[in-house]
């Protein structure tokens, strides 16, 4: 059963710091990785989609790597602002039928960065 | 391109009552899948729709169902409300190829169901 843990729960860090948040997953056997934002009350960003065959992703200020057979997943946010204040979500697609249209998440880390 | 859109927003029921909730997915998407959040238990799936069938369920009891219709959107109903089903309630769409790396999941606004 695929299990997907997310440290930190929470983390506050000042403006224009750079930080890393960890993913990490039991089952090597997936699809693909994303990463998503919750904004309080919101639904979900989509922030990256790394496929398994994929090391890493880029977006901006945002970089997540993926390593499949350890079942890790880091994000990197460079020169955070105010405005990343967010809860962080992974997750991931798993190999096999039982698993289809299904997303197994993280329970999340609560960034908040202070002016 | 409009994103994925989940009707009502927001919620108020009273136990035992039913309730259902609307999503309608990005144009040309085939699967829909939802997802309930709590504080506690976090995100966790409840089933996935894709051309009209249920492909997938996840642990749920009997009295949350849902359906697909031919354009795709979808609905999901819950009977007899109790106090735990309060919840944000999330859909997420994609094109439904699962089983191919590029699939990306886009979620919508939610609708926060109270249950008093």
């Known amino acids: 059963k695929q299990e997907v843990t997310q440290i930190p729960a929470a983390l506050s860090v000042p403006e224009g710091e750079n930080l890393v948040l960890n993913c990490s997953f039991t089952?090597?056997?997936?699809?693909?990785l994303q990463w998503f934002r919750q904004d309080p009350g919101k639904g979900l960003t989509s922030l990256l989609l790394?496929?398994?065959?994929?090391r890493e992703q880029t977006s901006g200020r945002l970089n997540a790597s993926l390593d499949k057979s350890s079942g890790r997943s880091t994000l990197y946010i460079a020169a955070s602002q105010p405005g990343d204040s967010a809860t962080y979500l992974c997750a991931v697609t798993t190999v096999g039928s039982s698993n289809t249209g299904k997303l197994i998440f993280g329970q999340g880390t609560t960034l908040q960065v202070k002016p | 391109k409009a994103g994925v859109t989940q009707t009502p927003r927001y919620l108020i029921k009273t136990r035992g009552q039913q309730v259902t909730l609307s999503c309608s997915p990005i144009s040309g998407h085939r699967s829909v899948s939802w997802y309930q959040q709590t504080p506690g238990q976090g995100l966790q799936f409840l089933f996935e729709?894709?051309?009209?069938?249920?492909?997938n369920k996840g642990n749920f009891p009997g009295r949350f169902s849902g359906r697909q219709f031919s354009n795709s959107r979808s609905e999901m109903n819950v009977s007899t409300l109790e106090l735990g089903d309060s919840a944000l309630y999330l859909c997420?769409?994609?094109?439904?190829?699962?089983?191919?790396?590029?699939?990306?999941?886009?979620f919508g606004q939610g609708t926060r169901l109270t249950v008093v």
């Open positions: 729709y894709f051309s009209e069938t249920q492909r």
């Open positions: 089952d090597s056997a997936i699809y693909n």
């Open positions: 997420a769409s994609s094109l439904g190829g699962w089983g191919n790396e590029n699939t990306e999941a886009f």
């Open positions: 790394i496929q398994s065959s994929q």
